[in-house]
Nanobody
Framework: QVQLVESGGGLVQAGGSLRLSCAAS????????MAWYRQAPGKQREFVAI???????NYADSVKGRFTISRDNAKNTVDLQMDKVKPEDTGVYYC???????????????WGQGTQVTVSS
């Protein structure tokens, strides 16, 4: 019933910027947090950033100072502003939602298509 749709990915040169968006739709209530993850080819999915419903944020060390996560609680959306991107940022980006203490997507689930970010050198 609940759907997560990522958008905004594309091809960008190193040093450039990109803004990703994730929209949660359906009957969803009490969102505790929304988070971004990414997965490079041949690698495991990794945490990128998280924001709570109260606005607290945390970032992976690899993106700290370059990425900014934000959310609109009323619209159930979360964005990821990517600045000063590096080739290492290349990968498929996914979002996730913590609602009523349970993550909508688990490590064993298929997380869908995500949105592809490719950073050229």
């Amino acid at each position: 019933q609940v759907q997560l749709v990522e958008s905004g990915g594309g091809l960008v040169q190193a040093g450039g910027s990109l803004r990703l968006s994730c929209a949660a739709s359906g009957s969803i209530f009490n969102i505790n947090a929304m988070a971004w993850y990414r997965q490079a080819p041949g690698k495991q999915r990794e945490f990128v950033a998280i924001i709570t419903s109260g606005g607290s944020t945390n970032y992976a060390d690899s993106v700290k100072g370059r990425f900014t996560i934000s959310r609109d609680n009323a619209k159930n959306t979360v964005d990821l502003q990517m600045d000063k991107v590096k080739p290492e940022d290349t990968g498929v980006y996914y979002c996730n939602v913590l609602t009523r203490g349970i993550w909508l997507r688990t490590d064993r689930d298929y997380w869908g298509q995500g949105t592809q970010v490719t950073v050229s050198s």
